[in-house]
T-cell receptor
């Protein structure tokens, strides 16, 4: 969860298209992963989670994929809407490790009309 | 999930002074945490607020600078002591509830002049 600079990576998509946001996590021992959405001026909001015994989990319009071999997470948003514009963070933790989250860098999603 | 409120929502402070941020959860939570988010960056864990005992601080954060209290299962405070402009940031409180979700407050936006 350490910062890498003042400028978040940005993903621009057209309204109605699918969005894919990627995240590389750092600890191979992590066994629980969460995607958060943060709108301007607000705290992070839980979107979807996945445990390490799964490689895919679906929610409403969102899917999370986990590739433990390369320590990679992705968040897929179907039919992206203007209300999806926000910064998206992945977070990792180790169950039993105090539930402390380590956050990724974050990606700014911009939805163009 | 439970709802977290924070006070103040924002403040502008002079260097050398201290600010105490309050975090209130509308239900009992097992664990509470404090994070810092510098402008345009990701979240970094400051400490785990332990009920009835001293907080557990992450590397780079110390009790003298960020004293934390947690008198019960629904309330915690974070004090930013002897502030400098480098402490300008968003401070976020989070809780871990019985559904195993970690949820966040809206944050306190601090500017130090």
């Amino acid at each position: 969860g350490e910062s890498v600079g003042l400028h978040l990576p940005t993903l621009s998509v057209q309204e109605g298209d699918n969005s894919i946001i990627n995240c590389a996590y750092s600890n191979s021992a992590s066994d629980y992963f969460i995607w958060y959405k943060q709108e301007s001026g607000k705290g992070p909001q839980f979107i979807i989670d996945i445990r390490s015994n799964m490689d895919k989990r679906q929610g409403q319009r969102v899917t999370v994929l986990l590739n433990k071999t390369v320590k990679h997470l992705s968040l897929q948003i179907a039919a992206t809407q203007p209300g999806d514009s926000a910064v998206y963070f992945c977070a990792e933790t180790l169950t039993g490790g105090g539930n402390k989250l380590t956050f990724g860098t974050g990606t700014q999603l911009k939805v163009e009309l | 999930s439970a709802v977290i409120s924070q006070k103040p929502s924002r403040d502008i402070c002079q260097r050398g002074t201290s600010l105490t941020i309050q975090c209130q959860v509308d239900s009992q939570v097992t664990m509470m945490f404090w994070y810092r988010q510098q402008p345009g960056q990701s979240l970094t864990l400051i400490a785990t607020a332990n009920q009835g005992s001293e907080a557990t601080y992450e590397s780079g954060f110390v009790i003298d600078k960020f004293p934390i209290s947690r008198p019960n299962l629904t309330f915690s405070t974070l004090t930013v002591s002897n502030m400098s402009p480098e402490d300008s940031s968003i401070y976020l409180c989070s809780g871990w509830d019985r559904y195993n979700e970690q949820f966040f407050g809206p944050g306190t936006r601090l500017t130090v002049l």
